[in-house]
C-alpha cells in the first residue's frame, strides 16, 4: 500500500501535508499517535470513505475504487441496520454486489463454519450485547472477502471482557484469513498486541514519527502479551510518543 502526497486540511487547520506511508498488503497494521493528529482521517482518507486535498493512494498498483475493502465503525449500534436480523446485516453487502441468495448463503454458511459464532443470528441487533453486536459487523464486513479491512476503533464501547475476547477473535480471523487489516487504535496495548507493523504518527501537521515492527509471535496470548519482548516495545513505543507529544 502506497500512500504519496497526502493532504488534508479542515478549514485552517492542517492535518496531513506531504504525508508519505509505505505498507506491506496481508498484514495486521495499528495506528497510533496523540489525541486529535488524525488517525480516523488517515483511515478514512486512505479507505476512500473521505476525499484528500491532495495525494494518491494505491494498493498494488491499483486504486482503491479497484480494491476490495470492508470497513468496521467504532459505533456498532448505528453501523448495523436495525430493521434486519443479523443474519440479513451479513447477506446485505452480498445482495448489494448482486449475488443470488443460493451462493449468498453458501458464503456466509462457509465464514461461519470458520469461527465459532456463538449468536442467534435470527436474532434483531437490538436484542445482541455490544460484542455479539460487533461480532456481526466485523462478519458482515469480511463476507465480502475483502483485500483490506479497516477498522476504527471497534473495541473502544466495549467492556473489559469483551474487548479482550474480541481481540482474541479478531486475532483468529487474521491467522486464518491473512487479511491486509488497518486497525487505529488509542489503546497502546491493542495497537501492540494486535499488530505485526505499528504506524506511531506525530502531532499535527502529521507525519510518521516511527514504523515500529512488533515482532513476537502469533497468537498473542497471555504469555506473549505479558513477556519481556511485548514490554521492551512498549517502553520503547511510550518513549517515542512521549517525545512527540512534549515537542
Ligand atoms: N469533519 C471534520 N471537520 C472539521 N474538523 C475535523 C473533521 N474531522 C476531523 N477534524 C479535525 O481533524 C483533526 C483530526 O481528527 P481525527 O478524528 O482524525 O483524529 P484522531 O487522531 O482520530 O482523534 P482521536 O485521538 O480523538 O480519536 C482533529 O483536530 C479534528 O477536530
Known amino acids: 500500500m502506497t500512500i504519496r502526497g497526502l493532504r488534508k486540511t479542515f478549514n485552517d487547520a492542517v492535518v496531513y501535508d506531504g504525508f508519505d506511508l509505505d505498507l506491506p498488503l496481508g498484514q495486521f497494521i495499528s495506528v497510533f499517535g496523540p489525541n486529535g493528529c488524525g488517525k480516523s482521517t488517515l483511515i478514512n482518507m486512505i479507505s476512500g470513505l473521505m476525499p484528500m486535498d491532495a495525494g494518491e493512494v494505491l494498493y498494488d498498483g491499483q486504486r482503491i475504487s479497484e480494491t476490495r475493502i470492508s470497513y468496521v465503525f467504532q459505533n456498532y449500534r448505528e453501523a448495523l441496520f436495525p430493521w434486519l436480523r443479523a443474519i440479513d ?13 443460493a451462493e449468498r448463503k453458501r458464503r456466509i454458511e462457509k465464514l461461519l463454519a470458520e469461527f465459532e459464532i456463538r449468536i442467534d443470528l435470527n436474532a434483531y441487533p437490538y436484542t445482541l450485547s455490544g460484542g455479539q453486536q460487533q461480532t456481526v459487523s466485523i462478519l458482515r464486513a469480511l463476507v465480502t472477502e475483502p483485500e483490506v479491512l479497516f477498522l ?15 481481540r482474541e477473535q479478531l486475532q483468529k480471523i487474521f491467522m486464518k484469513t491473512k487479511t491486509t487489516m488497518l486497525l487505529v487504535s488509542h489503546d497502546l496495548d491493542e495497537a501492540i498486541e494486535q499488530a505485526d507493523k505499528l504506524v506511531l504518527l506525530t502531532r499535527r501537521p502529521t507525519q510518521v514519527a516511527e514504523i515500529v515492527e512488533i515482532d513476537l509471535p502469533w497468537p498473542r496470548d497471555l504469555t506473549v502479551t505479558t513477556g519481556d519482548a511485548f514490554m521492551a516495545i512498549k517502553r520503547h513505543c511510550l518513549d517515542r510518543f512521549w517525545q512527540e507529544v512534549k515537542k
Open 152 to 166: 476504527d476503533e471497534p473495541f473502544s464501547a466495549l467492556d473489559y471482557e469483551m474487548t479482550m475476547s474480541m
Open 89 to 101: 446485516n451479513i447477506h446485505y453487502p452480498l445482495k448489494v454486489m448482486g449475488v443470488p441468495r
